[in-house]
């Protein structure tokens, strides 16, 4: 197992485009998360699915922002009409969470999104 | 809601002396702590965390961390710091009771290791 795999590392985008990430989590993990990381800040919390539920979407995410994790396994996440202010690293990370267990996430290296 | 704090933007630290990183969180329920550490172009890496049971519990690299539920910290220790530790360290915490199966992070404390 390879880990966390993000792809793509890095997209400098025009404002106003549509962009789309996707994330590969670690094959046995059922749980996925997406954060968004700008410089000197800690990681925020966008939204998580189990398999292939989203149970949670932060209230800060507008609806420009929309994620999938089709059948379960990778997730996209897709940004519409993009602005400046979606500068940001975007990561994701998977856990084999369960309703009794608790464990650290793995997180995948980031995609690096810049809005010119 | 939950919430975390880094009171520590940065902390200097001399290598073979001790670390502490602080780290006090607020939440409603029972809380569970974590804590990450960043690498300069690396992704995050989980270290340890604490559930329940021992208030100091061990993870990576040699570091522990204690939690004292009277003063809602869970401050993050070594006993004698690296060159090598030198990274961005994040604490965590999510509220089981009220918050789901989010973590929120905090805003992340710079630790460098002189030699």
């Known amino acids: 197992d390879t880990g966390v795999s993000q792809d793509p590392r890095h997209k400098i985008t025009k404002r106003g485009q549509n962009v789309t990430f996707r994330c590969d989590p670690i094959s046995e993990h059922n749980r996925l998360y997406w954060y968004r990381q700008t410089l000197g800040q800690g990681p925020e919390f966008l939204t998580y699915f189990q398999n292939e539920a989203q149970l949670e979407k932060s209230r800060l995410l507008s609806d420009r922002f929309s994620a999938e994790r089709p059948k379960g396994s990778f997730s996209t996440l897709e940004i519409q009409r993009t602005e400046q202010g979606d500068s940001a690293m975007y990561l994701c990370?998977?856990?084999?969470?369960?309703?009794?267990?608790?464990?650290?996430?793995?997180f995948g290296s980031g995609t690096r999104l810049t809005v010119v | 809601a939950q919430s975390v704090a880094q009171p520590e933007d940065q902390v200097n630290v001399a290598e073979g002396n001790p670390l502490t990183v602080k780290c006090t969180y607020s939440?409603?329920?029972?809380?569970?702590l974590f804590w990450y550490v960043q690498y300069p172009n690396r992704g995050l890496q989980f270290l340890l965390k604490?559930?329940?049971?021992?208030?100091l519990v061990k993870g990576s690299y040699g570091f522990e961390a204690e939690f004292n539920k009277s003063q809602t910290s869970f401050h993050l220790k070594k006993p004698s710091a690296l060159v090598s530790d030198s990274a961005l360290y994040f604490c965590?915490?999510?509220?089981?009771?009220?918050?789901?199966?989010?973590?929120?992070f905090g805003a992340g404390t710079r630790l460098f290791v002189k030699a």
């Open positions: 965590a915490v999510r509220d089981i009771n009220t918050g789901g199966f989010k973590t929120i």
């Open positions: 939440v409603s329920g029972n809380p569970y």
């Open positions: 604490y559930i329940t049971g021992d208030n």
């Open positions: 990370a998977s856990s084999p969470e369960t309703a009794t267990t608790n464990y650290g996430y793995t």
